[in-house]
């Protein structure tokens, strides 16, 4: 399965409002609720308490606020860009502005892992990362990503490295 297989057009908001690490992780929540049909609040809580837990700020202005949750039908991914950015972890990572948001079943820890591990290294591409901050639409993020992981894929099966996350279903956006 593909990052991309977890991610809609719906779940991505290419002008977030929020200007601190609290508002971004609301607007998060709420874009995962509508599929997870869990509450926002709860989402939200969950995403906070693993970011107390280790941060997950990466280098180049990303961060991959995520959690594991029991009882949820299925992996669900969203992807935001707060154009201004906000200080997310400590100060010395600087300000993020690519947010991708990530909730998997309890029972699914290889497939998340493996899932975070895609998404990290896709976004260490500084191209892609001025692509995405570039885009308009949410369609128009949808499709880089798209383009990004099949790039991203062929990448790694020329080094041997994983191409897929084994085992992770149907758990289409």
């Known amino acids: 399965m593909r990052f991309t297989d977890f991610l809609s057009e719906e779940r991505i908001r290419p002008f977030m409002r929020a200007n601190d690490r ?17 509450a926002p609040s709860r989402l939200e809580r969950l ?13 180049g202005g990303v961060a991959i606020p995520h959690c594991r949750l029991e009882g949820l039908p299925r992996i669900t991914a969203c992807v935001g860009i707060l154009h201004e950015g906000c200080f997310f972890g400590e100060p010395e990572d600087g300000r993020v502005r690519i947010f991708v948001g990530l909730v998997s079943p309890m029972n699914t820890s290889g497939q998340h892992l493996n899932l975070l591990a895609r998404i990290a290294g896709m976004l260490r591409d500084v191209s892609l990362r001025d692509e995405l901050l570039a885009a308009v639409s949410a369609s128009e993020i949808h499709q880089i990503l798209l383009r990004a992981e099949e790039a991203h894929v062929a990448r790694m099966a020329r080094r041997g490295g994983l191409t ?4 992770a279903g149907s758990g289409h956006a």
């Open 22 to 38: 609290t508002g971004v992780v609301h607007e998060l929540a709420e874009l995962l609720s509508a599929r997870t049909m869990v």
């Open 47 to 59: 995403l906070l308490e693993r970011e107390r837990m280790a941060g997950t700020v990466l280098a």
């Open 164 to 167: 897929f996350v084994e085992g």
